[in-house]
């Protein structure tokens, strides 16, 4: 049996934000049709200040539009860094140092070749909070990409965040599409268990597959 995909997780297909957190405008209207589970019955229920959606989100709406409907449109408007005074785009200083030393874990190029490492967070979305945080941010949350490889990985994950359908690795030409799950992303394991969110737990655990 399936999941039962929540609420919030329909808003997110339908406003589909960006990498910076911030989406289109989300016309109510369309909570009509395809996506009649969101009908705000009672306000917006889903998005109270209490919600995960909320909590991870600046939720905007718009009561201007038309004087018959009580929220005309919705969108997400960045981060809700109200968490946490230490959310943010950055990384850890220690952390950079380290990462920029080893080899591109793809192409296994290093800084003194063509393409300079990169520091990659492994989580692409960025909706584990701690790693958002550079007080708890560690060292295994990142990995050294080649820019090709980074930039590839980028696309990908786009994708997939388009979609809701995660990376196949068949496409690379290893066995199995991935080492846990299925096709379907699902935000209590966020973006583990595919190929690009550690490419080196993923074949370790091809060779080794009794091990966890």
């Not at 860094?81 to 080893?102: A, G």
Request: glycine fraction near 2%.
């Amino acid at each position: 049996m399936s999941k039962k995909i929540t609420k919030q997780e329909l808003f997110l297909r339908l406003a589909n934000p960006d990498e910076n957190w911030v989406s289109r405008w989300v016309d109510t209207s369309e909570f009509i049709w395809e996506y009649s589970e969101l009908e705000l019955l009672n306000w917006l229920s889903w998005g109270r200040k209490s919600s995960s959606l909320a909590k991870k989100y600046i939720i905007e709406t718009d009561k201007t539009q038309n004087p018959w409907v009580k929220i005309d449109r919705i969108r997400l408007n960045g981060f809700n860094k109200s968490n946490s005074k230490h959310i943010s785009q950055s990384i850890r200083s220690d952390i950079k140092k380290e990462i920029w030393k080893q080899r591109c874990i793809i192409l296994w190029t290093n800084r003194s070749c063509d393409h300079k490492t990169e520091v990659d967070h492994k989580d692409w979305r960025k909706e584990n909070l701690e790693i958002m945080n550079t007080k708890t941010q560690k060292l295994e949350d990142f990995q050294p990409l080649s820019k090709p490889a980074n930039d590839a990985k980028r696309q990908f994950c786009k994708e997939c965040k388009e979609t809701w359908k995660r990376y196949d690795a068949k496409k690379l030409g290893y066995t199995v599409s991935f080492i846990k799950w299925n096709e379907n992303y699902n935000e209590k394991i966020w973006c583990e268990w595919c190929f690009w969110y550690d490419p080196i737990a993923f074949r370790q655990k091809l060779k080794f597959p009794w091990k966890n």
